[in-house]
């Protein structure tokens, strides 16, 4: 049987074919008005969807790159920062920023738990040195999400940087309504672009905080982000990866075309989707079933089911690349990745390729049961699982 090839991982994501497509067009030089004229456009769009008008610098780097450029630019060696650690990305911050020689305050939860905001209130009460807090939007090695809104009322008085990584352009981020000073994000997830370009956007009060750090940095350097984004038309201080701009221009124009509002809506409704298929199944969710978990679904494998062969298998026979679990929930639990360009039939696909697998598997499971409560989702008859 040929199998057709799905990516449902939480990163990289697929593209739309207008995105590969756009891929394939010559490169053109950087320090031109061709290049700037879609630059200013790209910069447009991105305040569009972080839903802000803070500046947003753009780099060739992973997610992690971006990340590191916050920690760079933000702080002096020995500084006291809050990090909220409930998954993989959680203690990635806290690893990052003892490795750049911060005092880290750390807030640690169960993965799969989401972060308690009167704790990290509480926690920047109690130490008053505690310069910024950190937290990620959509922990992506659980699909819990985190309340970034009480995060941020929680820490008014500290500069709130958010890792959105996974999150933005796929669960609700109000960056300036909220007061997100700093907001992380990367090319590969819901912003439906190939992997390697990072995003970072920075309030007034973070670049102020930028102006007196004293962390060595160079590459990711916001002052010089800053210098060139302001030219007329706007640059990037470095040779950017011209290509994934050209591509990040045709996949923001779909997401604006789309409407910001309706993106975070179809999110809400697959990850709706995807835990009804997964209960369905007859499997237990792994972490919290509700609609802020719009970009990544997780659930335990079952009893007896060797968790790496399943997801080996969803693969291998029916072309559905799903992820398995991180660290210690490696073949504990798998992974359905919904950020970015996904649609219905995705899903329902990827619920029905997990029931024919675990059959193959011997798990006694009736198929369809989880396609049909996921299809219920998806019906205009109004009818729910
Ligand atoms: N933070 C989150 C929430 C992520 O999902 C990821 C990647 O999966 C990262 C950070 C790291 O990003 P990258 O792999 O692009 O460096």
């Known amino acids: 049987m040929m199998n057709k090839y799905r990516l449902m991982s939480p990163g990289p994501t697929p593209i739309p074919p207008e995105v590969s497509a756009a891929g394939a067009l010559p490169i053109i030089h950087h320090r031109t008005p061709e290049f700037g004229e879609v630059f200013t456009r790209v910069n447009e769009n991105l305040n569009r969807v972080f839903l ?22 933000l702080f002096s060696p020995g500084d006291k920062v809050l990090v909220v650690n409930n998954g993989n990305f959680g203690g990635r911050w806290v690893k990052m920023s003892r490795a750049f020689g911060l005092e880290v305050t750390e807030l640690e939860y169960d993965w ?14 109690n130490d008053p040195e505690i310069k910024a807090a950190i937290c990620v939007l959509s922990e992506t090695s659980t699909g819990t999400v985190n309340d970034i809104e009480g995060f941020a009322r929680a820490a008014t ?48 009060r973070a670049m102020r905080m930028h102006e007196v750090s004293r962390m060595p940095r160079y590459y990711f350097d916001w002052t010089a982000a800053k210098k060139a984004f302001e030219r007329d038309p706007a640059q990037t201080a470095w040779t950017p990866a011209v290509s994934l701009i050209i591509q990040l221009d045709v996949a923001l124009q779909q997401l604006i075309d789309e409407g910001v ?117 998806f019906s205009k008859s109004g009818v729910r699982a």
């Open 52 to 73: 802000t008008e803070n500046d947003i610098f753009t780099c060739a780097a992973s997610g992690t790159g971006a990340f590191e450029g916050a920690i760079q630019n």
């Open 112 to 125: 799969g738990v989401k972060a308690d905001n009167d704790e990290v209130a509480d926690a920047l009460a």
């Open 157 to 204: 008085n500290v500069v709130t940087i958010v890792d959105a990584v996974s999150g933005l352009g796929a669960c609700t981020l109000r960056t300036d309504e909220w007061g997100v000073d700093v907001v992380v994000a990367g090319s590969q997830k819901a912003l439906m672009t190939p992997p390697g370009l990072a995003f970072v956007s920075v309030s007034e």
């Open 261 to 377: 509002e309706n993106v975070f809506a179809r999110h809400v409704m697959l990850g709706r989707a995807s835990r009804e298929g997964v209960k369905g199944m007859g499997l237990e969710l792994f972490g919290p079933d509700e609609d802020p978990n719009s970009a990544v679904t997780a659930a335990w494998v079952p009893e007896g089911i060797d968790g790496k062969q399943l997801v080996r298998m969803v693969f291998r026979e029916h072309g559905i690349q799903v992820a398995g679990g991180q660290g210690a929930l490696a073949g504990r639990i798998f992974r359905i990745g919904h950020c970015g360009y996904f649609d219905a039939f995705d899903i329902i696909a990827t619920i029905a390729a997990t029931e024919l697998a675990l059959e193959s598997l011997g798990y006694p499971l009736e198929i369809g049961k989880g396609v049909g409560a996921t299809q219920r989702v």
